[in-house]
């Protein structure tokens, strides 16, 4: 069980949480998760809550590998307004947003999230670590090597745990100097990994639990899944089922998914395995 200070709320998870994934971006990798108008998005949502969802993710831009880079305002047009309308709507929600640029943090939280998630782990926006402080909200703290245009050009490891590991040890000691006391840790699958450090990663998943903060599984629906099935992400939902499983029975806290009644149905099993 961990609880998160969202905005002076404390909220206490029992169990492993779902976190539904949602895109205001026209290019995100699955198309199922885009949402571009406020009907769209109430609907979506809705449907998540509805399956057990307990935290949404909203994202203004695409970080699949090699993708282009949107700028901050252009990211705050498009998720600012959708999450204002969200947390009208479902206003005990727990909504995050996804980006790594601190203005982005700042005006989505003002609008209505209150978790910030950031695929660089505050390391491409200096400004980043400071304003999560000052918002007072969890903040996801993702590895990723390299940048999202860059990160999957022959990365390379000598032991890509103990390397993730490291950096998760001297990047959460910064973010509570900087004074973010809730820190998410998410060992990036797929960003600035091969298919082999992805697998690895998930095998030695427990090892993270030694820096006692909640672990995120970000898998859903990735390349390492269905490449590796010889499908596509349309493809991919049993595979990112079997990966979310074993990610629960190695300490996954939340679970970032595209497909919540799946991961949902997935914790409840491997809970009554776990008599929990």
Do not use: W
């Not at 199922?32 to 979506?44: G, K, M, Q, Y």
């Not at 498009?78 to 727990?94: E, G, Q, T």
């Not at 697998?199 to 990735?222: A, C, Q, T, Y």
Request: glycine share 8%; charged share 20%.
């Amino acid at each position: 069980m961990f609880t998160l200070n969202c905005k002076g709320r404390l909220v206490n998870f029992e169990r492993p949480v779902i976190m539904g994934i949602l895109n205001t971006t026209p290019d995100s990798f699955f198309e199922s998760s885009r949402v571009n108008d406020e009907t769209s998005l109430i609907t979506a949502a809705g449907k998540m809550i509805a399956d057990g969802a307990g935290m949404i993710d909203i994202g203004g831009q695409s970080t699949r590998p090699g993708s282009e880079r949107v700028s901050a305002e252009k990211e705050t047009e498009r998720v600012v307004k959708l999450i204002s309308v969200l947390h009208a709507n479902f206003p005990d929600l727990i909504i995050s947003v996804d980006t790594y640029y601190a203005s982005v943090a700042k005006a989505a939280v003002y609008a209505g999230a209150s978790v910030v998630n950031d695929i660089s782990g505050g390391m491409m926006d200096a400004d980043m670590l400071d304003a999560v402080a000052a918002l007072r909200v969890p903040f996801i703290c993702t590895h990723m090597k390299g940048t999202p245009d860059t990160m999957q050009i022959d990365p390379v490891y000598e032991d890509v745990t103990l390397e993730v590991l490291d950096f998760f040890i001297h990047q959460v000691k910064l973010c509570n100097r900087a004074g973010i006391m809730d820190v998410i840790i998410d060992p990036g699958i797929g960003f600035g990994k091969t298919i082999a450090h992805n697998f690895e990663l998930i095998e030695k998943l427990e090892r993270f639990s030694i820096l006692d903060n909640p672990l995120l599984l970000g898998v859903s629906r990735k390349g390492s899944i269905y490449k590796t099935l010889g499908t596509d992400a349309a493809g991919a939902l049993n595979g990112t089922t079997v990966l979310n499983t074993i990610g629960l029975m190695k300490g996954a806290a939340i679970l970032r998914v595209h497909d919540v009644k799946e991961a949902m149905e997935a914790v409840k099993l491997v809970s009554a395995v776990n008599r929990k």
